[in-house]
């Protein structure tokens, strides 16, 4: 296997430091059942490095980046820019050069392609790098390709990107970037699915973002989109967009904005059925990295993938078929809060001992572990604090109304939330008061919301 090419069927998440998490998340989509995912392959993070090794201006670059403050925006800018022109300058080594050709080869050149950034900092479950390194669409023929691939490797330095690695205190040396060439796949429509409603984090809610054309237009703000919501196999909610613009390909290449005919653009842009089958695979996907996913997706005609892209008329035409969702991108959704673990899939709620105490930062490791060995009460760890579990407490009549007033005497606002929470018939199992409630022992992730001074957590996966 070359050290420096790796097609996506040998790629899997142990190959992070490789092709970077974008590459790394695109291995293991590829290998779901039924999930589709445009061919490709990935150029390794050792290229780039080998790259960086051309010169030795670059690392005095990185020198004097590594001394700048966020706050130093122009010299930022200005080194920033130093560092791409060198980059972009150095002419891809003849071997690896060779490598990208043959594989070129294996999907003919002449196609289309999409030439994508993964660097090692990206699409972490803690930090997601989106959109800080930039992707070039419908790329065609072998020297576009060479060109963009270097356009690739420079986007790492571009400014959002170093400031955002100074923000979250990546050092910029030791992260590398590695290079997706994927054929480009022409979609009737594309957009965004969250396998947790990103308004409410309900881990039941998935929530569709929808539009006609390519992604980009989406993910880069220029048009309104189309928003279902489901829950179990259930479209519960939709909001139609007006859509006046759309991003297509061009036959030489490259993108356009384009406007969409007036007539179709409050028109729905997913028929229900197709709704109903994207949220199936969403929860196929997020089943498979155990953890809710921020998905990128396209609803494209089989016969266009990799071709020269259609005319637009045929682009917003909803008579092409076959058509068939392709998964582009996978990576965890990072602004959902921890939930605490429980043994069961029961509902649980859990109120924060920190905020109960007016102490909302999160504890030390030692601290946490001190304050569970000196305790009998079921308390759970998420984000730094420890929780209770009140689920006992709120399952009878008499032990509802004395949680209820106990916590509301330490702020209203809890007990407003708590009372809400009671009120749903469904949430709670009721026992006869006296009866005892076995307290969770374990942890499954449960949601929380904070309630001023006060955290409460619902394990229904309905709140977070």
Same mark, same amino acid.
């Given at each position: 296997?070359?050290?420096?090419?790796?097609?996506?069927?040998?790629?899997?998440?142990?190959?992070?430091?490789?092709?970077?998490?974008?590459?790394?998340?695109?291995?293991?989509?590829?290998?779901?059942?039924?999930?589709?995912?445009?061919?490709?392959?990935? @150029?390794?993070?050792?290229?780039?490095k080998r790259i960086l090794g051309e010169t030795s201006l670059l690392n005095e670059?990185?020198?004097?980046?590594?001394l700048l403050k966020v706050d130093d925006r122009d010299k930022i800018g200005e080194?920033?820019?130093?560092?791409?022109? *060198?980059?972009?300058?150095?002419?891809?080594?003849?071997?690896?050069?060779?490598?990208?050709?043959?594989?070129?080869?294996?999907?003919?050149?002449?196609?289309?392609?999409?030439?994508?950034?993964?660097?090692?900092?990206?699409?972490?479950?803690?930090?997601?790098?989106?959109?800080?390194?930039?992707?070039?669409?419908?790329?065609?023929?072998?020297?576009?390709?060479?060109?963009?691939?270097?356009?690739?490797?420079?986007?790492?330095?571009?400014?959002?990107?170093? *400031?955002?690695?100074?923000?979250?205190?990546?050092?910029?040396?030791?992260?590398?970037?590695?290079?997706?060439?994927?054929?480009?796949?022409?979609?009737?429509?594309?957009?965004?699915?969250?396998?947790?409603?990103?308004?409410?984090?309900?881990?039941?809610?998935?929530?569709?973002?929808?539009?006609?054309?390519?992604?980009?237009?989406?993910?880069?703000?220029? *048009?309104?989109?189309?928003?279902?919501?489901?829950?179990?196999?259930?479209?519960?909610?939709?909001?139609?967009?007006?859509?006046?613009?759309?991003?297509?390909?061009?036959?030489?290449?490259?993108?356009?904005?384009?406007?969409?005919?007036?007539?179709?653009?409050?028109?729905?842009?997913?028929?229900?059925?197709?709704?109903?089958?994207?949220?199936?695979?969403?929860?196929?996907?997020?089943?498979?990295?155990?953890?809710?996913?921020?998905?990128?997706?396209?609803?494209?005609?089989?016969?266009?993938?990799?071709?020269?892209?259609?005319?637009?008329?045929?682009?917003?035409?909803?008579?092409?078929?076959?058509?068939?969702?392709?998964?582009?991108?996978?990576?965890?959704?990072?602004?959902?809060?921890? @939930?605490?673990?429980?043994?069961?899939?029961?509902?649980?709620?859990?109120?924060?001992?920190?905020?109960?105490?007016?102490?909302?930062?999160?504890?030390?490791?030692?601290?946490?572990?001190?304050?569970?060995?000196?305790?009998?009460?079921?308390?759970?760890?998420?984000?730094?604090?420890?929780? !209770?579990? @009140?689920?006992?407490?709120?399952?009878?009549?008499?032990?509802r109304k004395t949680i209820i007033d106990t916590l509301g005497k330490s702020d209203?606002? @809890?007990?407003?939330?708590?009372?809400?929470?009671?009120?749903?018939?469904?949430?709670?199992?009721?026992?006869?008061?006296?009866?005892? !409630?076995?307290?969770?022992?374990?942890?499954?992730?449960?949601?929380?919301?904070?309630?001023?001074?006060?955290?409460?957590?619902?394990?229904?996966?309905?709140?977070?």
């Open positions: 296997m070359s050290s420096f090419m790796l097609g996506f069927q040998d790629i899997d998440k142990t190959k992070l430091m490789v092709v970077g998490g974008k590459g790394a998340n695109l291995g293991e989509l590829s290998k779901i059942e039924g999930i589709r995912v445009p061919d490709g392959f990935c @150029i390794s993070t050792e290229a780039f670059l990185l020198d004097q980046l590594s080194l920033s820019g130093e560092i791409r022109r *060198v980059i972009e300058g150095i002419a891809i080594p003849q071997d690896i050069n060779e490598e990208i050709t043959h594989h070129l080869s294996r999907f003919d050149e002449k196609n289309a392609y999409a030439v994508r950034s993964s660097a090692t900092a990206e699409d972490l479950p803690t930090a997601s790098f989106a959109g800080q390194q930039d992707t070039y669409l419908n790329i065609i023929g072998k020297e576009a390709i060479l060109k963009h691939i270097s356009k690739c490797w420079a986007s790492l330095f571009t400014d959002r990107a170093v *400031v955002y690695r100074m923000q979250n205190r990546f050092d910029h040396s030791q992260v590398y970037l590695s290079v997706i060439v994927q054929r480009m796949v022409f979609s009737q429509a594309s957009g965004i699915l969250f396998t947790a409603d990103p308004l409410t984090s309900n881990r039941k809610l998935l929530a569709i973002d929808a539009s006609f054309g390519l992604g980009e237009a989406l993910v880069s703000g220029l *048009v309104s989109a189309d928003c279902y919501k489901v829950r179990e196999e259930e479209i519960v909610d939709k909001m139609i967009a007006t859509k006046k613009l759309a991003i297509y390909g061009l036959k030489e290449g490259g993108t356009e904005i384009q406007q969409i005919n007036p007539d179709q653009q409050t028109t729905q842009t997913l028929t229900d059925q197709q709704i109903l089958q994207l949220a199936r695979l969403g929860r196929q996907i997020e089943a498979h990295f155990g953890c809710p996913q921020d998905i990128e997706w396209c609803l494209v005609d089989d016969t266009l993938i990799g071709d020269i892209p259609p005319t637009t008329e045929i682009s917003l035409s909803k008579k092409v078929c076959p058509l068939s969702f392709f998964i582009v991108q996978s990576r965890p959704i990072t602004t959902l809060y921890p @939930i605490p673990e429980a043994e069961t899939q029961e509902n649980h709620v859990y109120v924060s001992v920190g905020h109960n105490q007016m102490m909302t930062d999160p504890m030390k490791p030692l601290g946490l572990s001190f304050f569970l060995l000196t305790t009998n009460a079921p308390m759970r760890k998420a984000g730094g604090r420890l929780f !209770v579990d @009140i689920t006992h407490n709120l399952a009878s009549p008499v032990g209203p606002l @809890i007990k407003d939330a708590l009372m809400t929470i009671v009120e749903r018939d469904d949430f709670i199992k009721s026992s006869p008061d006296g009866e005892k !409630v076995p307290s969770p022992s374990k942890s499954t992730e449960r949601p929380c919301t904070e309630v001023q001074g006060f955290t409460i957590a619902t394990g229904s996966r309905d709140y977070g």
